[in-house]
């Protein structure tokens, strides 16, 4: 089973910044790669959002509202994802997660999976 842990998420002030960090990681004996990742968002209230994707190309896309001010970026040797958040708005606050597809190909499950992490909370206040 692979698992996605994210981390970097905290309270920030407007027009500061954060790196959120996603790193897959899976049971002994597990062979895998990952596909496609992207940050999804869920303000309170409202529904949950495609942030950004990049794919095992690294092609990229982003929501409108965050072009310009975040990065999606991975290190495959790490098999981990990151979202560099500069210029923060109050309206950025939100359970941000962290999404891969994955292919398994070796373990005890084998084939191919979309996954999700647990969440980080980011706050932009003052």
């Known amino acids: 089973q692979v698992q996605l842990v994210e981390s970097g998420g905290g309270l920030v002030q407007p027009g500061g910044s954060l790196r959120l960090s996603c790193a897959a990681s899976?049971?002994?004996?597990?062979?895998?790669?990952?596909?496609?990742m992207g940050w999804y968002r869920q303000p309170p209230g409202k529904q949950r959002e495609e942030v950004a994707t990049i794919s095992s190309g690294g092609n990229t896309e982003y929501v409108d509202s965050v072009k310009g001010r975040f990065t999606i970026s991975r290190d495959n040797a790490k098999n981990t994802v990151y979202l560099q958040m500069n210029s923060l708005k109050a309206e950025d606050t939100a359970v941000y997660y962290c999404?891969?597809?994955?292919?398994?190909?070796?373990?005890?499950?084998?084939?191919?999976?979309?996954?999700w992490g647990q969440g980080t909370q980011v706050t932009v206040s003052s």
């Open positions: 899976a049971a002994s004996g597990t062979i895998f790669s990952i596909l496609t």
């Open positions: 999404h891969a597809q994955i292919v398994a190909t070796g373990g005890s499950t084998i084939g191919v999976y979309t996954s």
